[in-house]
């Protein structure tokens, strides 16, 4: 009755292969419910393996970056993107991350007035950079973080989440991929 | 004496991993030389074997859609993200895929222009507009490929490869990522 | 400690002209809270007289369009122009009158994949002309409405909410208006 | 046998409510003919009480701004909106109130080269982001107004006004209001 | 004591190369003063030359275009590209060949309302197309034109003048080049 | 076989008038083949004769410019212009003249990242400026441009060639104008 997650075949759990049944056994078990990010993908499971393969990389890993700054990137740059299963999903995510209920609201509409630190601020316009207008990316911009203490390493890292989410708004829409009804009052 | 291969840290191929190094040796005797997002990426392994399987999974596998016409998606997107790496690297491919050796210019500066069959022109209509405008990509945008006979898959591949190099061109812009000299002069 | 309302002076409520300070009042007693637009514009009570009589005549008068519907034209067009009091306070109205609590936030990100009709789908792509293209709107455009009948009354209301609140976007923006906190949670 | 006044129906004078049709007599005696906005906006008389009272309410008070400097602010940002109404009657209300007959149609086409003091140059930097970009104005668009000697109540007015004609700009294109032949040549 | 002419130096007519200086005696004498193009210019008579040598190729010969229709292009793709002098130079020149007083200002605000033909409003779509996106221009944009009854001439007269004030309206902006005051009244 | 030269008439070379056959002829001596703009802009002499006279004095001029810098210039530009013929064709001339085989296809894709010198970027900017956005050029690009001593005589070359360019993209895209085939490898 409702739309649908995909608007490509979705595949049953039983006819996936192995470990990306287990993958998604695992978040399932975590979160209560199967992100359908995870179902929708797993129409192409070598894509699905490469994407959260670099997902974890940049999102899993330690670093400079806080777990709910790196959330704060998503939601800044999908909602550019209009992109509506990232902002909702990650949305939630750093609503719980950042363990502040009305932030990703804030970002999602417009960062510049969120309540966010200086810091925060100077992250987002460079991520924003990344996402839209990566080729004139230069030496003021990489200045402009290390005035706030970002390393080059945590320069990679907002960047290169900004560049993941290129991609995975652009497939997310491809898709019309559907947010799951539980992320929209998670952390509220 | 020239400009670096990337703004950040390029490590020597001792230091890395086993299979990033293997990967590159396994590209360098295939290519004759190794193309420097190669070295670039290994920087970060992790996202260096998520890339790659991501590329591979869509650039590799059989399909409806030629290599070359891969190609063609690569160079026309790329070329609008003003990304110097992939337009040079990915020309070259292109050139020797399609045995033309015009035709990635032609595709980079105006695919309108260029020497392609229909299908091709409707095929990176298609790909600009995942690649600049995703969330309004719809129905009308789908018929349009589907008269050409592009199955759904094919749909996929086009707006994934697309969507991957949304990806690729940030970092490499990120990254003032250098193409190797080889590549300007493949398959001309 | 938190934000401050707006970047201009709010003035105290007693010293308020009355028939200001009687508006006030009497939302607060049906909202249960005084929303920060009425404090905000108090500043100058001519032009908040102008603004809630030119918002009254278009958004509680009787008409073709239901109350959900106009609510959802205020949601999309100021999300296109990143209005942080309008989306998350309309946002809520919207969730109310809509008796659907996911809707705003679709409608915010991308209304193109919202759970809509297709009738409403067409108000908004019209109402979205008018917010950033008001001068090519021509023959065609009214057709795309006729044809999902709609009035000639209609389509004033449609295009004068958008106006309305391209004015009211303009001047949050200009505040840096605050949203009360209740906003964020109601209807949920 | 020439274009209509709008596109949607024009009320007669006996037709109007007794305060609509005596505005309207009014400006009429003050000006020698009905500008058609007037005539136009009838069809609403809420509308009209609004539009003409937050009109009013800004280019009719005192304040710091000229009202010669007022309609600079409509000039400039209708001209961008590409709002033919508003830019030729006020066009014309700039002609006379400046006393500069060219000073209009430079403000229209390109105000960075209009004979314009330093001061009102920079009062329409800040007006025309109002009109384009409000969401990113900040503390530094503030500053480079104070630094003019531009108090707040004026950078709240050059603000609100712009804001205004982006409503106004919008319903006149929205109705493809039609100036009346007299704005042409006052002033000239 | 008011702006000059250019912001490069204009020569004195005594040192001017003979043909330039006939070309301006000669149009002196017919318009009873120099446009200042012809000043400013002036500083390059090899420049000088060849622009207007290009400007009598297209705005003089004979052709399917009226010479009305010639500056209704000018004007239009002129005001797209806030060129000073060309609106207001070639307004004044289309109210003559128009012999209609404010068509001039119309197509500068917004051709799409002007008291125009179809087939004029046709041939704007076209010259702004050629001004504003001239790669995608294709056999869409020349159907449109045949079918209100364009020659392949005409389409190359409509192109190329929009391509000519292209560069014009390019110098004329470089040069903030001054309009003559006579100008903003001739035809009206 | 292959796509025509032009979307217009080519006349044949007897049919030409003598001094633009001449031109022809003298063009063909010395690059060995006639580049395929004399042939298009052949079928209008005039135009013709004053197309090749502007670029002559612009391009073949003395001045402060070296000829590889005015070749940057149009590469830089017509690229984003998306001109086929032109980026060909002069990215040929360019290697030829910087005796630098990759510098065309670098400054073609972004110039930002081309192995130039500042001074080289500073003045790709200004042109890119002209291109772009020739009404909001102001003292601040003219005082960049001095900073790296350029002259204003050199200034108004910059601009003039970006401007000259202008034209030329419009006039080769509204032919679709073909490059020569041996343009593709000169200087490579």
Not at 17 to 42: C, S, T, Y
Not at 159 to 173: C, D, K, P, T
Request: with cysteine.
């Amino acid at each position: 009755m409702s739309t649908p997650i995909s608007r490509f075949p979705v595949p049953a759990l039983q006819d996936l292969p192995d470990d990306v049944r287990a993958r998604i056994m695992q978040v399932q078990e975590k979160a209560g419910f199967v992100p359908n990010v995870f179902l929708a993908f797993a129409h192409r499971p070598d894509e699905f393996r490469a994407f959260f393969a670099y997902h974890d990389a940049l999102m899993e890993k330690p670093g400079g970056l806080s777990k709910a700054e790196r959330e704060m990137i998503v939601v800044a740059t999908s909602s550019l993107n209009h992109c509506h299963y990232c902002v909702i999903a990650h949305g939630a995510i750093l609503r719980i991350r950042a363990k502040q209920p009305r932030l990703a609201d804030q970002v999602a509409i417009n960062y510049r007035n969120a309540d966010l630190a200086p810091r925060q601020r100077a992250m987002l316009d460079f991520a924003v950079a990344v996402a839209e207008r990566a080729h004139t990316v230069g030496e003021d911009d990489f200045a402009a973080l290390r005035l706030h203490g970002f390393s080059d390493e945590d320069i990679w890292d907002i960047g290169a989440i900004a560049a993941l989410f290129a991609l995975s708004n652009r497939m997310a829409n491809l898709l019309a991929l559907r947010p799951n009804d539980e992320f929209y009052t998670m952390g509220r």
